[in-house]
T-cell receptor, first 116, second 112 residues
Framework: GAVVSQHPSRVICKSGTSVKIECRSL??????MFWYRQFPKQSLMLMAT?????????EQGVEKDKFLINHASLTLSTLTVTSAHPEDSSFYIC????????????FGEGSWLTVV | KQEVTQIPAALSVPEGENLVLNCSFT??????LQWFRQDPGKGLTSLLL?????REQTSGRLNASLDKSSGRSTLYIAASQPGDSATYLC???????????FGGGTRVLVKP
């Protein structure tokens, strides 16, 4: 079946630094990818919708200058958390929409970010 | 704005008992509804996908029903096992391949 890979699965960074998380569709092309954030014991909250070759669409309350999203190819989207702070520590999950059949959405395994 | 609610937030049952997880949504204009399983610290595993035109879907011990007009879905897990312990999330989609709106999840513990 279709696979979406996220890297890294876990990352620890110092406060004030930036960290990049990659989301790849391994065996299908994804014109659209979605980035979610999940705090402990809470549900997934959509951060932004990423379309290949265009600017991402951010949900209300998500800082676009802090969470930079790039979708440069049909198989890769990246989320960069800039100037990370401890409150950005969270579980980040991406999903990718396959072009065919049926526009099925597949989820990655998630990336744990800890900012110390 | 679509809001998805899951009740109860947590559930603990002895092994063998049937599980009933509820999901409600405020906007009945949905394209589909999906149930996921999430183990602690892990990603999502899709369990069942119900299109808006369907009333239920079944897979093994799992059965999910959908009542779009009343904005409700129920996930039934028959003869629960300790391995069923996880968080179960429901999510609704407004259009094909569009973003999903998730409920808060139900944390299930099946005690041996």
């Amino acid at each position: 079946g279709a696979v979406v890979s996220q890297h890294p699965s876990r990352v620890i960074c110092k406060s004030g630094t930036s960290v990049k998380i990659e989301c790849r569709s391994l065996d299908f092309q994804a014109t659209t990818m979605f980035w979610y954030r999940q705090f402990p014991k809470q549900s997934l909250m959509l951060m932004a919708t990423s379309n290949e070759g265009s600017k991402a669409t951010y949900e209300q309350g998500v800082e676009k200058d802090k969470f930079l999203i790039n979708h440069a190819s049909l198989t890769l989207s990246t989320l960069t958390v800039t100037s990370a702070h401890p409150e950005d520590s969270s579980f980040y999950i991406c999903s990718a929409r396959a072009q065919a059949p049926g526009n099925t959405i597949y989820f990655g395994e998630g990336s744990w970010l800890t900012v110390v | 704005k679509q809001e998805v609610t899951q009740i109860p937030a947590a559930l603990s049952v002895p092994e063998g008992e049937n599980l009933v997880l509820n999901c409600s949504f405020t906007d009945s204009a949905i394209y589909n509804l999906q149930w996921f399983r999430q183990d602690p610290g892990k990603g999502l595993t899709s369990l069942l996908l119900i299109q808006s035109s369907q009333r239920e879907q079944t897979s093994g011990r799992l059965n999910a029903s959908l009542d779009k007009s009343s904005g409700r879905s129920t996930l039934y897990i028959a003869a629960s096992q300790p391995g069923d312990s996880a968080t179960y999330l429901c999510a609704v989609g407004k259009a094909a391949g569009n973003k999903l709106t998730f409920g808060g999840g139900t944390r299930v513990l099946v005690k041996p």
